[in-house]
């Protein structure tokens, strides 16, 4: 049974720092690219952050670049966010994305809620 589990969301001030986990379970981690996708209330999902299947590469948004984080741990089957120097405008849902290397198998997480307020 394949599944992407997130968490490390909440609540915090601006300015603020918070670390997605997401870990996954039912196939072979290393074999997929990993991304963190995020959705606001009445906005389209957009791409935060991906990552290749060995680490090495990454990629982000221009609205997070020097404040977010990409990284796997491919022993743990974890991909994680650190998301620091947070903003209002990074309120949303953070969901986690499995991309398999060759093929078209993809695998969403439920995802988890970000808040940033004062």
């Known amino acids: 049974q394949v599944q992407l589990v997130e968490s490390g969301g909440g609540l915090v001030q601006p300015g603020g720092s918070l670390r997605l986990s997401c870990v996954a379970s039912g196939f072979t981690f290393s074999n997929y690219a990993m991304s963190w996708y995020r959705q606001a209330p009445g906005k389209e999902r957009e791409l935060v952050a991906g990552?290749?299947?060995?680490?090495?590469?990454?990629n982000y948004a221009e609205s997070v670049k020097g404040r977010f984080t990409i990284s796997r741990d491919n022993a743990e089957n974890t991909v994680y966010l650190q998301m620091n120097s947070l903003k209002p405008e990074d309120t949303a849902v953070y969901s986690c994305?499995?991309?398999?290397?060759?093929?078209?198998?993809?695998?969403w997480g439920q995802g988890t809620q970000v808040t940033v307020s004062s």
């Open positions: 994305y499995a991309r398999r290397r060759t093929g078209t198998a993809e695998y």
């Open positions: 990552i290749s299947t060995s680490g090495r590469s990454t």
